[in-house]
């Protein structure tokens, strides 16, 4: 291989990097990914995608006709009692067009926010609602979530948009997290149910393999109590189990109590 071979390479090495390391920083800078679903996918109010230890639930997705305008409420959960402190701002496409769409972001609360599309036409085949989080450290939206989808079959459709002061939407803010919440205590309530049942089972293993002991020779005598013994640390760690998720319970039903007493009193300032 000759000098000017040699060069040509280094060059055409150097070029490539470049464009890679470009093409990553613009990537994380400015664009922005959307995994690839068919376009009658969308994604059902309630539903959630979760990011740097929070969850990000979808509550509502209303469409104005008379202005083209799609308003998307976001509720962020972080498990505690406490709102998360975070800024967002949205970023949306016309994934059937590959049109992106102007997005303001209202922040209502810590925990919820609201983003208004402009220029959605009726016939829009699906849509793309990605968030990204600005860190402290950055000015710059540097954290990207999953996104949000939205097609006819989970928008809400109303005549004429009305704009809102931020107080008008903690009724909407409110509910979100009672919904939340409630679902949360289902899904507590449905893990209980499981740990009892398995309880159930190796108490019923227990019984069963304490008939008839007294025909057993030793050394069956000895696996029955080794079975019997393992059952037991099984049936302690279920137990403390469903004591871990009862004061997850309680912590959830403290939080709905904390929003309703808000709610009440709201009513009465009213």
């Not at 097609?151 to 809400?156: P, R």
């Not at 997290?177 to 190796?202: D, P, T």
Request: aromatic share 12%.
């Amino acid at each position: 291989m000759n000098f000017s071979t040699q060069t040509r390479l280094n060059f055409r090495y150097k070029l490539i990097s470049i464009c890679l390391v470009l093409g990553f920083v613009f990537f994380f800078a400015f664009g922005w990914f959307i995994p690839k679903q068919s376009l009658d996918f969308f994604s059902p109010i309630g539903s959630s995608v979760e990011g740097n230890g929070m969850n990000f639930y979808l509550e509502h997705a209303t469409y104005f006709t008379d202005s083209g305008v799609l308003e998307v409420g976001v509720l962020v959960d972080n498990g505690s009692l406490n709102a998360p402190s975070i800024d967002l701002v949205g970023t949306a496409k016309d994934l059937e067009k590959n049109k992106d769409f102007l997005v303001d972001t209202q922040k209502i609360t810590d925990d919820y926010f609201v983003f208004f599309l402009t220029g959605v036409a009726e016939n829009v085949a699906q849509i793309g609602l990605q968030m990204q989080e600005k860190t402290q450290e950055s000015s710059r939206f540097v954290k990207t979530f999953q996104p949000f989808f939205f097609t006819k079959d989970n928008l809400k459709v109303e005549e004429t948009f009305q704009p809102k002061t931020k107080n008008a939407y903690l009724p909407m803010y409110y509910q979100g997290i009672i919904l939340v919440q409630e679902n949360l205590l289902k899904e507590f309530q449905a893990k209980q149910e499981g740990f009892q049942n398995q309880i159930e089972i190796l108490v019923k293993n227990g019984e069963d393999m304490s008939k008839n002991v007294e025909i057993l020779t030793a050394a069956e005598k000895e696996e029955v109590m080794k079975k019997m013994e393992q059952n037991a640390q099984e049936i302690l760690s279920l137990t403390q189990e469903i004591e871990q998720v009862e004061k997850q319970k309680e912590d959830v039903q403290h939080k709905i109590n904390v929003v309703n007493d808000a709610i009440e009193k709201r009513g009465n300032q009213e």
